[in-house]
């Protein structure tokens, strides 16, 4: 990625908290191939790596289960109702982990200098 100094980067992303994480999200984690960072080592991740002005903000909320339910006609006629219910079970999964401050939604901007 090309960022010429003075330019900005928005990124959000999955993050979890610090420690080890349960043995049901280290699972969901496995599963997915995914990697998350807890929000201070992202944004240490960011410094380190030459940004400034990091802002790193824990952003999970609901608003996308809300936004998908609101549409669920919509989506099955695209989709499947199988699909549909599968993907309100993995919102309503990570909810639960976001609740418990398990799992979480990163807001991280950034200046190049």
Same mark, same amino acid.
């Given at each position: 990625?090309?960022?010429?100094?003075?330019?900005?980067?928005?990124?959000? #992303?999955?993050?979890?908290?610090?420690?080890?994480?349960?043995? &049901?999200? $280290?699972?969901?984690?496995? *599963?997915? @191939?995914?990697?998350?960072?807890?929000?201070?080592?992202?944004?240490?991740?960011?410094?380190?790596?030459?940004?400034? #002005?990091?802002?790193?903000?824990?952003?999970?909320?609901?608003? &996308?289960? $809300?936004?998908?339910?609101? *549409?669920? @006609?919509?989506?099955?006629?695209?989709?499947?109702?199988?699909?549909?219910?599968?993907?309100?079970?993995?919102?309503?999964?990570?909810?639960?982990?976001?609740?418990?401050?398990?799992?979480?939604?990163?807001?991280?901007?950034? *200046?190049?200098?």
């Amino acid at each position: 990625m090309w960022l010429k100094p003075g330019g900005k980067i928005l990124i959000t #992303d999955y993050c979890k908290s610090a420690g080890s994480p349960s043995l &049901e999200f $280290d699972e969901y984690i496995k *599963k997915g @191939g995914y990697y998350p960072h807890d929000i201070k080592a992202y944004r240490q991740m960011l410094e380190d790596a030459g940004f400034d #002005d990091v802002i790193a903000e824990d952003r999970t909320d609901r608003q &996308e289960l $809300d936004a998908l339910e609101n *549409k669920k @006609g919509d989506f099955i006629r695209d989709f499947s109702e199988e699909d549909y219910n599968e993907i309100v079970e993995r919102w309503k999964a990570k909810q639960t982990r976001g609740a418990s401050r398990e799992q979480m939604w990163g807001l991280f901007i950034a *200046k190049k200098n």
